[in-house]
């Protein structure tokens, strides 16, 4: 459960696809809210909850983001989650400038700082600043890495809107794509397909979705997470709609505040 936690609550649906292009124009400023719901049996309880705010384009195309997560009074007995992720992002193409994520996660304290350059060829590099606390311990570490990749590449901030910008009408159920993402230690490889469109209902409300699964893998060799699920509303604005992933026990569902 910890391991699935760990990208479905601080990250809350890292939604993308790559080969796309977005416009510095389609980013509004925007706040979004989820639930996240926590299955086994007969029970059903909420989790945990996640927000999102997005600012506008700014002059020089630039936009930020923030998410705030934290997990429910009662699941924070088995594993408490108290997150804040900030990016600043180009918003033409989706390109990240800047991302840091503060976390307090099962009594362990991170914070990450990732900083990118681009180079010619699609190369980035990335600078990443980590800040450590470990469980009943009294000493933060400090520790620096720069990671390496070659083609399209995110964090999981970022990741969040560029799926948005995704040409979906135009995929086959089937088709899949990869592309890298960072986080404060490593680089992961996302493979991600698509389903088809499908017609959910939340809230005594009905939404026409793309549906894909996606899953991460450790630069390409080794799963570090289960799949995931992911439902994003057809509409204009592509807003996701509910995320669901299993657990050696239950399953943890998201779901779109109305």
């Given at each position: 459960?910890?391991?699935?936690?760990k990208?479905?609550?601080?990250?809350?649906?890292?939604?993308l696809?790559?080969?796309?292009?977005?416009?510095?124009?389609?980013?509004?400023?925007?706040?979004?809210?989820?639930?996240?719901?926590?299955?086994w049996?007969?029970?059903?309880?909420?989790?945990?909850?996640?927000?999102?705010?997005?600012?506008?384009?700014d002059a020089?195309?630039?936009?930020?983001?923030?998410?705030?997560?934290?997990?429910?009074?009662?699941?924070?007995?088995?594993?408490?989650?108290?997150?804040?992720?900030?990016?600043?992002?180009?918003?033409?193409?989706?390109h990240?400038?800047?991302?840091?994520?503060?976390?307090?996660?099962?009594?362990?304290?991170?914070?990450?700082?990732?900083?990118?350059?681009?180079?010619?060829?699609?190369?980035?590099?990335?600078?990443c600043?980590?800040?450590?606390?470990?469980?009943?311990?009294?000493?933060?570490?400090?520790?620096?890495?720069?990671?390496?990749?070659?083609g399209y590449?995110?964090?999981?901030?970022?990741?969040?809107?560029?799926?948005?910008?995704m040409?979906?009408p135009?995929?086959?159920?089937?088709?899949?794509?990869?592309?890298?993402?960072?986080?404060?230690?490593?680089?992961?490889?996302?493979?991600?397909?698509?389903?088809?469109?499908?017609?959910?209902?939340?809230?005594?409300?009905?939404?026409?979705?793309?549906?894909?699964?996606?899953?991460?893998?450790?630069?390409?060799?080794k799963?570090?997470?289960?799949?995931?699920?992911?439902w994003?509303?057809?509409?204009?604005?592509?807003?996701?709609?509910?995320?669901?992933?299993?657990?050696?026990?239950?399953?943890?569902?998201?779901?779109?505040?109305?």
């Amino acid at each position: 459960m910890t391991r699935l936690l760990k990208h479905i609550l601080p990250a809350l649906l890292i939604f993308l696809l790559g080969g796309g292009n977005a416009l510095a124009g389609d980013i509004a400023s925007e706040n979004l809210k989820y639930r996240v719901m926590y299955k086994w049996g007969l029970i059903n309880k909420r989790a945990g909850t996640v927000t999102i705010h997005t600012s506008k384009v700014d002059a020089k195309g630039v936009f930020n983001s923030t998410l705030i997560g934290h997990s429910a009074k009662w699941a924070d007995k088995f594993f408490a989650v108290r997150d804040t992720l900030r990016g600043t992002i180009i918003a033409d193409g989706i390109h990240p400038l800047f991302y840091e994520k503060i976390s307090h996660e099962g009594g362990e304290y991170k914070h990450d700082i990732i900083t990118y350059e681009r180079h010619p060829g699609g190369a980035v590099t990335a600078h990443c600043d980590r800040y450590k606390q470990k469980k009943k311990s009294n000493e933060v570490e400090f520790s620096e890495k720069e990671l390496q990749a070659s083609g399209y590449t995110v964090d999981m901030l970022s990741a969040f809107y560029y799926m948005r910008y995704m040409d979906f009408p135009n995929m086959t159920p089937g088709e899949h794509k990869t592309m890298n993402i960072f986080s404060g230690k490593r680089k992961e490889i996302l493979k991600i397909t698509y389903q088809g469109t499908e017609t959910i209902s939340l809230d005594k409300k009905d939404y026409d979705c793309y549906h894909i699964t996606f899953s991460f893998t450790s630069d390409g060799k080794k799963k570090s997470s289960d799949d995931l699920q992911a439902w994003i509303e057809t509409g204009a604005n592509r807003v996701p709609v509910k995320m669901e992933g299993k657990l050696p026990v239950g399953s943890v569902k998201c779901f779109l505040e109305p």
